[in-house]
Nanobody, 117 residues
Framework: VQLVESGGGLVQAGGSPRLSCSAS????????MGWSRQAPGKQLELVAT???????DYRDSVKGRFTISRDNTKNTMYLQMNSLKPEDTAVYYC????????????WGKGILVTVSS
């Protein structure tokens, strides 16, 4: 599965960009998709996940501000980010796990989101 992120860039604090992750194969065949991020000098952290049944999970720091969703008809996953803060600055990566190969996680190359104060 190839994953390509888009929608990043420079955003002012309080902004509401939406990230997209396009998959090279039908997302009907993908169980869990997720967004992770890595801030400068910090470790990679999981931001949000969405499962094939549409259940979602979020890290505490983004709950109520970020919304993860997926559109299987477009083979695309989204991350709507609202009320951005400078500490949200990071490279954001999307990931996917196939239903028929749950032991492998596929990753996109990442996209930078910079939040200016």
């Amino acid at each position: 599965v190839q994953l390509v992120e888009s929608g990043g860039g420079l955003v002012q604090a309080g902004g509401s960009p939406r990230l997209s992750c396009s998959a090279s194969r039908s997302t009907f065949s993908i169980s869990t998709m997720g967004w992770s991020r890595q801030a400068p000098g910090k470790q990679l952290e999981l931001v949000a996940t969405i499962h094939s049944d549409s259940n979602t999970d979020y890290r505490d720091s983004v709950k109520g501000r970020f919304t993860i969703s997926r559109d299987n008809t477009k083979n695309t996953m989204y991350l709507q980010m609202n009320s951005l803060k400078p500490e949200d600055t990071a490279v954001y990566y999307c990931s996917a796990v196939r239903l028929d190969d749950p032991g492998v996680t596929y990753w996109g190359k990442g996209i930078l989101v910079t939040v200016s104060s």
